[in-house]
């Protein structure tokens, strides 16, 4: 499926996206070593592999079956022969029903949550992961070897080695680890793929590599020829894979449940940075309504393991104790209601999977039966005596907060010291307790897969029969008033979840392609002349020639009549050979060395004369330098370190902003682009 040619996949510019996600870790001169993050055996029979395994046989079972249905569509339409439309509209009918039972057996897969969840024996309820997107292989030595002949001119067989490690770090990438090693695994190529939009992908042309994703849910392939899809996709199994770190946490101890949250949360900052910075997704869960509801559901997520830390650190049994855990419920029930109502959209109402949805409503009755059950609790079994006693106050001020509304009938400050109408109020609470528990067992059993799930079902049949025995215990033989409606608690959380945003410079990449040179001048966006050589002969008065920079060092100036200027040396040429050594990475006072140790016989110089960087490209820097405090930020990190251009990560397929800028300043000349962090001043040879 070709994507629409003025419908890519893009990212957006805008005030929150800076160079934040700019790789760490700059070229260096010097040998560069290959990843040592490797991804899993893609042989090992593991739960998780033979699902992943499983999801791939149906991915490609799905592309085989829409390729035959544009085909047979094509000819449907294109044929005007009747007993022809018969046929093809017979075998439309079969490969339509065939796509069904292959969505529903990848539906069941998605649904599969017990292959994620801790293997302890602790009763909780089931978190919700989210299976990764799967990719073809992408081979990029024809692209590349074509791209480094054509435009920056060298011997492609020099960099078949680079090329190797590329592809082998993105098939590494396919089957990361469910922990650290596999998320770093997933950063180092997200980064690495600055370095490659940097040398390979200009914005005038397209390097002609596909890259080829399914969608997480559905199975359906997409294809596009940016690299922001590319970028955007390992960005979402970044997020993806947080989601199963998450949900395999023992959140039976406060550390397992500290885990969980900061993986849910930085699950939802992935989501969330995709759907800010990226458009035009091809596919539908990387489209805007599917990432908001991914985060909502992390978010909730997060919001169930706050209840449950707080659950094990609230030792006493004290009223406002249990005041506390009956809203911390509440607010759980809130926030997974929220999801269920974002997952009944129109455009998400086909597409989430079923057993999703009723597991989102399950919680959403749970959580909310709980509130009362609890605030039952705090009614029944704690009393406050007629005169004021310490923390009796404390115990009032909580209670008068603890609805949304002021019931009717006689003040809250007297229900608390009547303990008749303390245990009425309890009995009303636990029979919207029960009522709720039902209906969450309910919704539980029309789902064949949840009721496949054993621990989920001890979960919903222990709280339930837990809230009956406290009714009952309530109940009495001469309690004949009809029981009375109790009302609804003020959800409040003492910890908001955050949406933790995904840091980028955790982890330290170096380019593999540095040998091209420093991506100041050896990018996809600049051009320059062929190399020529120059053969200088020093005389009295020296070379003819003034220095200045470094990584390349550049001809900032050539003494008309002078020996350089005489052979062919242009001012703003920059000196990538002195003699056949290689000096793109050289500092200045290097290359002065080499110039003053050559022989009698004098010097040759390989030089290139940069014409202009990409007008776009060169707008976009002028944008960034005036940006906000995060680009100083991130600029303070990298410690004004040399050779690297200052656009961007977010460079390629950008949404252009139309707010009129201003900025129509062009950058053609050498001598208007910068030189970076130059500490040595010109000097004449």
Known sequence: MEEPAIRQFEMSLSDGASDDDMPLTLPTEGSHSGSIRKGCDPFAQTQRSKLQHRRARINQQINKEMRMRAGAENLFRATSNNKVKETVALELSFVNSNLQLLKEELEELNSNMEVYQTDSEAVNVPMIPLGLKETKEVDFTVSVQDFICEHYGEDSSLYDKEIKELMELRQAMRTPSRNQAGLELLMEYYNQLYYLDQRFFPLHRNLGVHFHWYDSLTGVPSCQRTLAFEKGSVLFNIGALYTQIGARQDRSATAGIDKAIDAFQRAAG???????????????????????????????????????????????????????????????????????????????????????????????????????????????????????????????????????????????????????????????????????HEEAMRVHSLCKILRK?????????????????????????????????????????????????????????????????????????????????????????????????DSPVLVAGVVPGGCAAEAGLREGDYIVAVDGQDCKWAKHGEVVHMLKSCSDTGVELSVVTLHSHDTQAERRAIMLSHSSDKENTRQRLLGGAKGQSSASLLNWNRKKKRDGSGVTKRLGSTFSLSFGSIRDTEAMY
């Open 270 to 436: 992935a989501f969330n940075y995709l759907k800010e910075n990226f458009s035009n997704a091809p596919s539908l869960d990387m489209s805007s309504p599917s990432l908001c509801m991914l985060v909502r559901l992390m978010v909730a997520q997060v919001q169930e393991c706050v209840f449950e830390r707080v659950t094990l650190t609230t030792q006493d049994t004290h009223f406002t104790s249990q005041l506390r855990l009956a809203q911390e419920a509440a607010r759980v029930s809130d926030v997974y209601l929220l999801v269920q109502q974002t997952m009944t959209q129109p455009l998400m109402k086909d597409y989430v999977p079923f057993s999703w949805a009723s597991m989102v409503q399950v919680k959403s009755e749970h959580f909310r039966a709980l509130s009362h059950y609890y605030a039952a609790v705090a009614l029944c079994d704690h009393t406050l005596s007629a005169e004021k006693e310490e923390g009796d106050e404390e115990a009032e001020k909580a209670f008068l907060q603890f609805y949304i509304n002021v019931p009717a009938g006689p003040p809250l400050s007297q229900v608390l010291r009547d303990p008749e109408k303390r245990r009425k109020l309890g009995k009303a609470h636990l029979r919207r307790a029960v009522i709720r």
């Open 453 to 549: 799930m054993d621990i989920l079902q001890d979960v919903l049949s222990l709280t339930h029969k837990r809230s009956l025995d406290k009714y009952s215990e309530l109940d009495r033989e001469d309690d004949f008033d009809e029981t009375a409606e109790a009302p609804e608690i003020q959800s409040q959380t003492h910890q908001k979840p955050d949406i933790t945003p995904p840091n980028f410079t955790t982890v330290q990449v170096t380019d593999i392609f540095q040998k091209l040179g420093p991506l100041s001048v050896f990018c996809a966006r600049a051009r320059w002349g062929p190399t020529r050589v120059i053969c200088l002969q020093r005389r009295e008065g020296g070379l003819g020639l003034t220095l200045r920079g």
